[in-house]
Each structure stands twice: as structure tokens, then as C-alpha cells.
């Protein structure tokens, strides 16, 4: 079950279908990541539906996944242009916890350093592996999100 439910997820993910992929969750999910930090129930599916409908060009690969009925992993990698116009290609080890057929917690593993110099180009080689600058981005990537929950 949790095989077909992380496939399913990255093809949505790959197609920029935010909502299938918001579908994939319990109502009540955690997920983490270094960019956006911690985020619980309804953020998570939004979070999702804001990065698929803002980057035209995005690409998602699965290179593998496993898992059973409680839990399971991939590695997926991101290709896409960051707001800054770099392309960047981000590669990307998640863990599942699954109840109920559902995603109940999601943890994505990058290194932040190497995805801000690609996204951030100097300003990421200078300052990307420093608490400031991941506290920056997190700050806009939530205030962001919090904006689109706000608009409804």
C-alpha cells in the first residue's frame, strides 16, 4: 500500500497537482523540511499546492522508494528555476509514517547549504551555511504560505 501511496504522490507531485498531493495526507500530518521548518495539518497540503503552482518548469524524479503499511522512504530529485531565475536541481531523501492509508508524517532531508547556492547563486556561497541566512528563507517561505492560508 505504501508503495502505490508514495508513487502516487511523486507522479502528482511531477504533474504540479498540489491538490492529489494534499489528498495523500491525514488531516492532522506533520511534515519537515530545512526550507519551511515544521508544519502541521491544513499547511502541509498548502504548502504543496503553492510550490507545484508557481514553478512552470518544475520536474520531479523518483529514483527509489520503499516502504510497507507503517512507514516507508524516497529519494526524489527536483529540477526547476527558483525565483532568483537559477535552475536548480535539488536532491531530496524523505521518510513516511503512514496510518490509515495516509500520510502521517513527512521528513525531507536536503542539504541547504548546496540547494542555496544553486538557488541563491553568491549570496548562497557566502552565507548559505549559516543559521541567518536558512532563518531568512524560512521566514519568507512561511510568511508566504501564511499569505496564500490567509487569502483562503
Known sequence: MSRELIERFYDAFNRHD???????????????DPAFGELTGAQV?????????RSADLRVDLAEHDGDDRAGTAHWI???TFSTGRVVVN?????????????????D???FYAWSRKAL?????????????RGAVR??????????????
Open 18 to 32: 498540489g491538490a492529489a498531493m494534499a489528498a495523500c495526507y491525514a488531516t492532522d500530518a506533520r511534515f519537515h
Open 45 to 53: 497540503g498548502e504548502m504543496w499546492k503553492m510550490l507545484t503552482g
Open 78 to 80: 527536483a529540477h526547476y
Open 91 to 107: 536532491d531530496v531523501h524523505a521518510r513516511f509514517r503512514f496510518s490509515g492509508g495516509l500520510i502521517a508524517e513527512h521528513d
Open 109 to 111: 532531508e536536503f542539504s
Open 121 to 133: 547563486g553568491p549570496a548562497g556561497l557566502l552565507r548559505g551555511w549559516t543559521p541567518i541566512l
Open 139 to 152: 521566514r519568507r517561505a512561511r510568511g508566504e504560505l501564511e499569505r496564500r492560508m490567509a487569502r483562503g
